[in-house]
């Protein structure tokens, strides 16, 4: 970003702050529960059923008790978000069919400097096993991150540095659990423990799970028919190489006081995991079985520094910041040799002013910027080594007056691609505002509209190479322009006796879409066909609501029903984009008796059939879970237990490349347990 364009953003954002800073203080302003505060909404925070951001929120009950996994199949089945399902070592999350970088995957509120995004078989470098909450929001309405954020955030908030003291002086909480489907054992602990200003925090996770049982064969019917073979059910069998070994551990430090805090932390992740039907040699979808398999080892160190301070006067009410150093590499090894090694090393920073809260009047003005190295070397070395910078500057405001408001942001970033294969500069700008009437206290009616603009990546402009884990010789195009969102969205919250709704429908129109389509050469020595990266008009349009009714209730023992749905469709002028996911819809009712929870579910997930050259269609499934937990109410311990694809159903995520070669898990019973003090 050049230095007129800096200033030209940070005047456009010191504009938008005058009204906070001309208004008095309301000291009438209403108190919103912690709970319901969504974090990664805004700098200030905002309430989730009070905003036109579509957002799910996993707590650290519902983390503890959480089936073992990425990231991508923990928050499988919220609405809209599905998973890359690169069986069990790799699955990033899918928000309303946009994967790769256009969801933007954080930690802490910061980037996670890995490669995850590059590939579906790439593994993310933050486990949900580390979390303490994960906050996913849909749609490009988050201005504070940035163009990669197009599609959706999932942040990622661990803990590790502290921002209060725990209660007491220590608290912490361990857990273990147990699967049948895949001998998996899982263990984990964290602590707090405070010490005069100081509060020191340490963490551990260790997961190993075997190759996991399938129901049926691990090649499809329709593939198989395909290649002109002929489909026999044999019956269940093990996915080979679908093992997964996950270590991760941290901890930290932080200087808390009554002017704020400052800590820093450091985090070690060490993953080893198979790749099915990922070989290198002949036939990519027809593997041979005397090829050697495919396992991937991925190895971080990061560093974290974060604090606020808080001012006794003046227009803001705080200045807090944080930064990140991230060492990441990525290797591919066929058999016990190396294929190839992808690193990634950066660091990246955000500041922000969040503004005195002054009669409903909430905001913010920040600045975030990266620095980035890239490098690949070996036989899918197919994306050249790319420095990447990054800067931008962004503010987000907030009006409410009760009755109704407005919010809005404006953002602008500045983006540099430097390779082997050339250097490309990019300049973007991105703005949203949105209004809402709450005509009761129980009813919010919502409206938006944004437009956000994303640079293409070092793979979509310099990508010149083999790509087995898409099954496709991939070419960039040095001369892609940015890409464009125009997008609506309507949102409605209703929360009144017993019934809870909340409904968000949206419209999203590209102008200059990215998109990797076939061109119908096949490359002679790799022999995969070749794709490449071209830019055409698309738009994606859907729907998602979540329905609760709360049918008995007396004291602390209830039974909520609840009903969800979601779709998405995708359409651009070359037919349908590939991988979006089908419709579905779930129920499940949730008995609180006491010590007891007894939760079930019935989730039932529509044929694809709308899919793009190379892709195959996919069939539906309905799975069946139920799960038992007992927790004493005045005590920290939960013993659990949950069955998982009670019928054993053949189930295949459209989203994922392996749909054809490898299935999910089938019938699974685990069973855990976990003490907080």
Request: charged share 25%.
């Amino acid at each position: 970003m050049t230095h007129s364009r800096l200033s030209l953003a940070l005047t456009v954002s010191a504009v938008a702050l005058l009204p906070g800073v001309a208004m008095a203080q309301d000291p009438d302003a209403p108190a919103t529960r912690v709970d319901d505060i969504v974090v990664t909404a805004a700098p200030y925070g905002v309430a989730r059923q009070a905003t036109n951001i579509a957002v799910d929120v996993l707590d650290e009950e519902a983390l503890t008790t959480a089936p073992s996994g990425s990231l991508g199949d923990v928050l499988n089945g919220l609405p809209g978000v599905r998973t890359t399902a690169f069986a069990a070592g790799a699955g990033r999350p899918v928000i309303r069919g946009l994967a790769g970088p256009r969801v933007q995957v954080l930690t802490n509120g910061l980037g996670l400097i890995d490669a995850s995004s590059l590939s579906p078989d790439h593994q993310v470098a933050a486990d949900p096993g580390e979390a303490t909450r994960i906050e996913v929001l849909r749609g490009p309405q988050t201005l504070a991150f940035g163009g990669s954020a197009i599609g959706g955030v999932v942040n990622v908030i661990d803990g590790r540095i502290a921002d209060e003291r725990p209660e007491g002086g220590a608290d912490g909480r361990v857990w273990a659990q147990t699967s049948t489907v895949d001998d998996g054992l899982t263990f984990g602990a964290r602590g707090a423990f405070s010490a005069g200003p100081l509060v020191f925090t340490v963490d551990g996770l260790r997961r190993e799970a075997g190759d996991y049982d399938i129901p049926v064969p691990a090649e499809s019917r329709r593939q198989l028919e395909a290649e002109g073979e002929t489909y026999e059910d044999t019956g269940g069998t093990t996915l080979e190489n679908s093992f997964v070994d996950l270590s991760a551990f941290g901890a930290g430090v932080s200087w808390i006081g009554d002017w704020g805090f400052l800590g820093g932390s450091v985090k070690r992740t060490e993953t080893d995991y198979g790749v099915p039907g990922h070989e290198h040699e002949h036939e990519p979808l027809a593997p041979p079985h005397d090829e050697e398999p495919v396992t991937i080892g991925l190895e971080q160190t990061r560093y974290d520094v974060r604090g606020e301070l808080r001012l006794p006067s003046g227009p803001f009410a705080r200045l807090r910041g944080g930064a990140a150093y991230a060492d990441y590499t990525h290797t591919e090894f066929e058999g016990d040799e190396v294929g190839t090694v992808f690193t990634s090393e950066g660091v990246e920073g955000r500041l922000e002013l969040v503004q005195v809260r002054r009669r409903g009047w909430d905001g913010a003005i920040g600045v975030q910027g990266l620095k980035r190295d890239f490098d690949a070397q070996g036989d899918e070395a197919y994306v050249p080594a790319t420095d990447i910078s990054e800067l931008g500057v962004y503010t987000l405001q907030r009006l409410d007056y009760g009755g109704w408001g407005l919010e809005g942001g404006l953002r602008f970033d500045s983006r540099e691609l430097d390779s082997v294969a050339g250097t490309r500069d990019f300049s973007t700008v991105s703005g949203s505002i949105g209004a809402y009437f709450k005509p009761t206290d129980a009813l919010f009616l919502g409206l938006s509209v944004s437009r956000n603009g994303r640079a293409p990546t070092e793979a979509e402009l310099f990508a010149d190479g083999p790509h087995v884990a898409t099954r496709a010789y991939e070419v960039g195009d040095a001369d892609l322009g940015e890409e464009e969102v125009t997008s609506l969205e309507g949102a409605l919250h209703w929360d009144r006796g017993p019934f809870t709704v909340d409904l968000h429908v949206f419209n999203a129109d590209y102008d200059g879409f990215i998109d990797l389509v076939p061109t119908g050469v096949e490359d002679v020595d790799s022999e995969l066909e070749i794709f490449q990266y071209v830019q055409t008009d698309a738009t994606f349009r859907g729907l998602e609501v979540e329905l609760a009714y709360r049918a008995w209730e007396r004291g602390t023992d209830s039974l909520t029903l609840e009903l969800g749905y979601d779709t998405v469709r995708g359409e651009t002028d070359l037919g349908p984009p590939a991988r979006i996911p089908p419709w579905s819809l779930s129920g499940r009712a949730e008995l609180e008796w006491g010590p007891w929870t007894v939760r079930g579910q019935v989730r039932h997930v529509g044929e694809q059939t709308r899919v793009a050259a190379f892709e195959l269609p996919t069939d539906a499934y309905t799975t069946a879970d139920l799960y038992v937990g007992w927790s004493p109410r005045e005590d920290g311990l939960i013993l659990f237990a949950e069955a998982r694809n009670l019928t054993d159903e053949e189930v295949r995520e459209h989203t994922s490349f392996l749909k054809d070669l490898a299935p999910s898990p089938g019938r699974n019973l685990r069973v855990g347990a976990a003490y907080r003090f």
